[in-house]
């Protein structure tokens, strides 16, 4: 059974950086994707990024292209979301979940299949 566990959320200053963390376990993920998404107060989920663990490569939202970077730790079956210069506007819980790799970048929900709890991120100004 796929588990996803997330930490690392909490209360920053605008400007500041936090990383989050998602430690994947229950398969191996060679065909998988990994999604992060977030959902501010009042709004719906939205897209923030993406990592392919077969090649490593990344997909960014244009809202945090240049800022958040996706970083793996193959041992451990971690990914990270390192997030920096983050603004009030970042605020929301974020979500780690995972899907089966498909033609392009899975932007959606309906494309994940396993999600974790989610974990704040509060950025004040």
């Known amino acids: 059974q796929v588990q996803l566990v997330e930490s690392g959320g909490g209360l920053v200053q605008a400007g500041g950086s936090l990383r989050l963390s998602c430690a994947a376990s229950?398969?191996?993920?060679?065909?998988?994707?990994m999604g992060w998404f977030r959902q501010a107060p009042g709004k719906e989920r939205e897209f923030v990024a993406a990592f392919r663990w077969s090649g490593g490569s990344t997909y960014y939202t244009n809202a945090v292209k240049g800022r958040f970077t996706i970083s793996e730790n193959n041992v451990k079956n971690t990914v990270y979301l390192e997030m920096n210069s983050l603004k009030p506007e970042d605020t929301a819980i974020y979500y780690c979940?995972?899907?089966?790799?498909?033609?392009?970048?899975?932007?959606?929900?309906?494309?994940?299949?396993?999600w974790g709890q989610g974990t704040q991120v509060t950025v004040s100004s």
């Open positions: 229950g398969r191996t993920f060679s065909r998988h994707v």
């Open positions: 979940a995972v899907g089966t790799i498909v033609a392009g970048w899975p932007t959606t929900e309906d494309r994940y299949n396993y």
